[in-house]
């Protein structure tokens, strides 16, 4: 294998990909267009009840609707319709409203993507804070300690619906700082952004944070600092060789918020594209379903490409010709206060869930509703008088088993698909922008409304994040010079899988999947709120977040319960990823606040990316 042919992707690559996004836009146009018919409730019923809100239509009235419409005609039908108007611009009239729906479409997309990039400047400042500290001190040699994973953990997990509300009645209502509802202006942007960004900025933040080190134990970094270079010069060098492995995230994390910010645009009354799909796929009106989600096929695959061109540019030539220095973290050693943290809340969190398993969790009291804290109900009570702790405690189990069990799928399948770069390369792009809440649609279509139902539509959304991280390390990993040297010793495939490829790829895919954590129990929580998922009244973190919601203003205790639960076990879940990173062995533990100041004593150091 030559060099050249490791680090680039070659014509028939291309092509492959090529055909990968079209399949997979293709697969998912086709899935949207049967909704109607795999619902196995009448079309015209729906639609006639979401014209007019008829309850019991005459079988007149709903044969008027389905000559109108020509439901008769099959789903195939209907979409060959709709993609031939397409070249004329022309992509139909809503069933619902009778307007057309390209000025719909337009005008909500351009209110996402005004979102999407408030969002995206929120992003980077909140990850630029969470490893400045990372950043200032690697690259003056200074780096002893791990950083601690308690404040990431705790931003990155805060429900943005929670946030959202918050941010509408304290900066919105109580203060007046800031429109509370509407969309008027750059100023109603600036909630709706901070409840999209801070929870995707500390994840995105997170990855940069735990990747740095590694930059910064390179043989050029040392020698960087003996030659006496500005500690500004290694961090920007730094900074560029550890993006290209972080950038990927941003497509599912904040390209993805377009679709996906639907609790969030209700929650504000913004006329964005997730709602639009939305309210389309509820009322099962087709034509402005099919044309957001083509929008969304669309921008999730210029978006990739945007982002694989900007990877490439960041690693420049070392890239292409296989010069690609190999990452390797030190052992860091965590500060005290850290695993202190951990332990308290592991302690509290245990605490919590026995003394609720110990209480009723469906006794309804209507005198005792929306109760304060006290001695007989430790986190209030909720809208039916029932006891919070006695509902965190019974819902652990189920909360915390479903959402390691959607997690462990959604990494296996995006390590599969992103190890299959060439396959996976544009499905991921077209998935990284469905909405979960689409999927939970497709999916409840098929199943019903049930637990398993959401989880699978999870799953089928859910992997993107690790796709994309894990095709971003394996390019890397196969540019790098020893991967090389392997090949040149005649590796096979076992080999490189094992000593190589797996090495490389899975340790970060594994703390991204344990950050994602709480995020998942989010997810799976939204489609049980909107009755796609877990129904009531089975007690779940996620859907107490959901139907507490309305009263965070009235009784915010509602909530404060399960939003603790979910905190606790997102610094529980980067405690133990930092443990396992940095948990040095014999020597390498008392060396470890050493390594980084130690200069390397064997091979002459590699260039840094600008001058490979």
Not at 347 to 372: E, F, K, N, Q, S
Not at 496 to 509: E, I, K, Q, T
Not at 568 to 586: D, E, H, I, K, N
Request: aromatic residues 4%.
């Amino acid at each position: 294998m030559s060099v050249t042919s490791v680090g680039t992707e070659t014509g028939p690559s291309r092509w492959r990909a090529g055909l990968g996004r079209l399949a997979a836009g293709a697969a998912l146009l086709t899935a949207v267009a049967l909704l109607p018919w795999l619902s196995g409730n009448d079309p015209a019923l729906t639609v006639l009840r979401a014209r007019s809100a008829d309850q019991n239509p005459t079988p007149a009235q709903l044969a008027a609707v389905r000559e109108q419409l020509g439901l008769d005609e099959g789903p195939f039908a209907h979409l060959a319709h709709w993609l031939g108007g397409l070249p004329r611009g022309d992509a139909g009239t809503s069933w619902v409203s009778g307007e057309a729906v390209l000025p719909q479409v337009t005008s909500a997309f351009a209110v996402s993507v005004t979102l999407m990039l408030g969002a995206l400047v929120v992003t980077i400042a909140v990850a630029a804070l969470v490893s400045a500290r990372t950043l200032y001190l690697g690259s003056r040699r200074r780096l002893h300690r791990g950083s601690g994973a308690i404040g990431v953990a705790v931003l990155a997990a805060l429900p943005k619906f929670l946030l959202a509300s918050l941010l509408a009645t304290v900066c919105g209502v109580w203060l007046g700082w800031f429109p509370s509802s509407g969309w008027e202006g750059p100023p109603s942007m600036v909630l709706p952004s901070l409840a999209l960004g801070v929870p995707s900025g500390a994840m995105i933040g997170g990855l940069l944070d735990q990747s740095l080190p590694a930059a910064f134990n390179e043989p050029w970094a040392r020698t960087w600092h003996a030659y006496g270079f500005a500690p500004g010069h290694v961090a920007r060098h730094a900074l560029r060789r550890t993006l290209a492995g972080v950038l990927p995230q941003l497509l599912p994390t904040v390209v993805g918020l377009v679709g996906g910010a639907v609790a969030v645009e209700k929650i504000f009354n913004i006329p964005g594209l997730g709602r639009l799909a939305l309210d389309a796929a509820i009322a099962q009106d087709l034509p402005p379903l099919q044309t957001a989600t083509l929008v969304l096929v669309l921008l999730g695959t210029a978006a990739g490409l945007l982002i694989q061109a900007l990877r490439r540019a960041l690693l420049g030539p070392a890239l292409r010709d296989g010069a690609l220095p190999a990452l390797h973290p030190p052992a860091l050693p965590r500060g005290q206060f850290t695993r202190w943290a951990a332990g308290a809340c592991a302690a509290a969190l245990l605490i919590m869930v026995v003394a609720g398993l110990l209480r009723d969790p469906l006794h309804v009291d209507t005198a005792a509703r929306l109760l304060p804290p006290s001695a007989a109900h430790p986190l209030g009570t909720d809208a039916l008088g029932r006891d919070l702790l006695a509902r965190l405690g019974h819902g652990a189990l189920r909360t915390v088993g479903v959402a390691l069990a959607v997690t462990a799928v959604c990494t296996l399948t995006g390590l599969l698909l992103g190890m299959a770069a060439q396959v996976g390369a544009g499905l991921t792009e077209v998935v990284s922008t469905m909405p979960a809440v689409l999927a939970g649609l497709l999916t409840t279509a098929v199943t019903g409304p049930s637990a398993w139902g959401a989880a699978l539509a999870v799953c089928l959304v859910g992997w993107t994040p690790y796709a994309a991280q894990a095709a971003a390390l394996l390019e890397q990993e196969r540019a790098s010079g020893h991967m090389l040297a392997s090949l040149s010793f005649g590796a096979g495939p076992g080999y490189l899988l094992r000593h190589h490829f797996l090495p490389a790829v899975l340790p970060g895919v594994l703390r991204n999947a344990l950050l994602r954590l709480p995020t998942t129990v989010l997810v799976l929580a939204s489609l049980g709120f909107l009755g796609l998922g877990e129904q009531p009244p089975t007690a779940e973190w996620g859907r107490l977040l959901s139907e507490n919601q309305p009263y965070v203003e009235l009784a915010p205790w509602t909530v404060l319960g399960p939003a603790c639960a979910l905190v606790l076990l997102s610094v529980l879940a980067m405690s133990g990823t930092a443990s396992r990173r940095s948990r040095p062995t014999g020597d390498r533990r008392r060396a470890g606040r050493r390594v980084l100041n130690r200069p390397s004593a064997q091979k002459p150091p590699a260039l840094p990316l600008s001058a490979s």
